[in-house]
């Protein structure tokens, strides 16, 4: 079965922090991804990964960035947190031509 | 501008009865969709899919259904049980298996005893 594992169940930060939302898969799956789900707007795509180091903007990228050194693993990056990126994060990951596997989720919020 | 819609926010069903969720698309390149489940603290999960060359697909009680001309699906529960009770998003892609998904806002469906 697939794991896919987000590091923090619930976040609290404050504006203008840095923060770093971390994600492993156990699969060795080539795809990887970041939502955000906030209510009424359903899931938006922050940034996606084809492969090690290789990183593509979703539809919502302003204010995030992303690092992808190892297969595994998919790092989500607020270089300066503001209170509009209070929201849940969801990572997924899968191979080519498969759906996509979703973590339980980052309740993220900014005060 | 919201490609992907599901117009109803909510939906409550007797169990034993069918639920059936709607979703509209605006974009006519879209021709592989998905309907995802979601329980609280919980990920999505995935549930069916369906290409745009076929217009009904089935797996157990759920059947997805796909009008091309009228860029409409829906997701078909028969019978409804109570574990259903969870939010359904439907979501589409540019091409079968593509990885770049757009997700509608998701149906909060009520499965009542």
């Known amino acids: 079965d697939v794991k896919v594992t987000q590091s923090s169940r619930y976040l609290v930060k404050r504006t203008g922090e840095k923060v770093f939302l971390e994600c492993v898969q156990d699969?060795?799956?080539?795809?990887m991804f970041w939502y955000r789900q906030d209510p009424g707007l359903g899931l938006r795509l922050i940034y996606f990964?084809?492969?090690?180091?290789?990183?593509e903007k979703g539809d919502i990228p302003e204010g995030y960035s992303v690092s992808r050194e190892k297969k595994e693993r998919f790092s989500l990056i607020l270089e300066s947190a503001s209170t509009n990126q209070t929201s849940m994060y969801l990572c997924?990951?899968?191979?080519?031509?498969?759906?996509?596997?979703f973590g339980d989720g980052t309740r993220l919020s900014i005060l | 501008d919201q490609q992907v819609k599901q117009n109803s926010p909510s939906l409550s069903v007797q169990e034993g009865r069918i639920s059936i969720l709607n979703c509209d698309y605006t974009?006519?390149?879209?021709?592989?969709f998905l309907w995802y489940k979601k329980y609280p603290a919980e990920g999505p999960t995935f549930l069916i899919s369906?290409?745009?060359?076929?217009d009904k697909n089935e797996d157990g009680r759920f059947t997805v259904f796909l009008n091309k001309s009228a860029k409409h699906l829906s997701l078909h529960i028969v019978p409804s049980q109570p574990g259903d009770s969870a939010v359904y998003f439907c979501?589409?892609?540019?091409?079968?298996?593509?990885?770049?998904?757009?997700f509608g806002q998701g149906t909060r469906l009520t499965i009542n005893p």
């Open positions: 997924a990951s899968s191979v080519s031509n498969q759906p996509q596997h």
């Open positions: 699969m060795d799956h080539e795809n």
């Open positions: 990964s084809y492969d090690v180091k290789m990183k």
């Open positions: 974009n006519s390149m879209f021709d592989y």
């Open positions: 369906i290409s745009s060359i076929k």
């Open positions: 979501a589409a892609s540019g091409m079968q298996g593509a990885q770049k998904l757009v």
